[in-house]
């Protein structure tokens, strides 16, 4: 089972800062085989990136993903207030489909 | 637009077997290219793939739950269904139906489900 790790666990940023948040995995995910969601309180995850770049329909363009292997990236570009929430890596390259525990964007 | 919505018990009894449905609109099962899935989410924690199927009943699981989990579907109906069996305490958690095949972009609105005497 791919382990998934994020960092920081919680990142304090304004509103129009840069948001980077990262992705280690215990192996290298196949095909680069990696999803970022964003979830807020009491809702549902949403899609925000899938296969580690390209963006899901909707998504605003200040989301950007990047990395490959075992290291990837998450960038938020200018953070807007719609913004904070926790935000979830996933890789399924390999079953068991694995999260990580998520990084929490708040406002400082 | 696809649309999906959990249904079942919400209260549970420790031992017992946790049933839920989820019911699609707006797209049919049986003519998705897509697996459809589990996921639950246990109260302010992180997230959990439970496991998936196709429409044709292919299903895989995550080993962690392997032996208490079955995946069904009825394409009649439209539905898909899960049962997790022998439950505890810890299977406590919201639990989510989602399509995709690895990724998922459509989500249920999530059922709570509590395991309790």
């Known amino acids: 089972e791919i382990v998934l790790t994020q960092s920081p666990g919680t990142l304090s940023l304004s509103p129009g800062e840069r948001a980077t948040l990262s992705c280690r995995a215990s192996?290298?995910?196949?095909?680069?085989?990696l999803a970022w969601y964003q979830q807020k309180p009491g809702q549902a995850p949403r899609l925000l990136i899938y296969g580690a770049s390209s963006r899901a329909t909707g998504i605003p363009d200040r989301f950007s993903g990047s990395g490959s292997g075992t290291d990837f990236t998450l960038t938020i570009s200018r953070l807007e207030p719609e913004d904070f929430a926790v935000y979830y890596c996933q890789q399924y390259g390999s079953s068991p489909f694995t999260f990580g525990p998520g990084t929490k964007v708040d406002i400082k | 637009q696809l649309q999906l919505q959990e249904s079942g018990a919400g209260l549970v009894k420790p031992s017992e077997t946790l049933s839920l449905t989820c019911t699609v609109s707006g797209a049919s099962i049986s003519g998705s290219t897509y697996y459809w899935g589990w996921l639950r989410q246990p109260p302010g924690k992180g997230l959990e793939w439970i496991g998936s199927i196709f429409y044709s009943g292919s299903t895989y699981y995550n080993p962690s739950l392997k032996s208490r989990v079955t995946i069904s579907v009825d394409t009649s109906k439209n539905q898909f269904s899960l049962k997790l069996s022998s439950v505890t305490a810890a299977d406590t958690a919201v639990y989510y139906c989602?399509?995709?095949?690895?990724?998922?972009?459509?989500w249920g609105q999530g059922a709570l489900v509590t395991v309790s005497s």
């Open positions: 192996q290298s995910v196949s095909n680069n085989y």
């Open positions: 989602a399509r995709g095949s690895g990724w998922y972009r459509e």
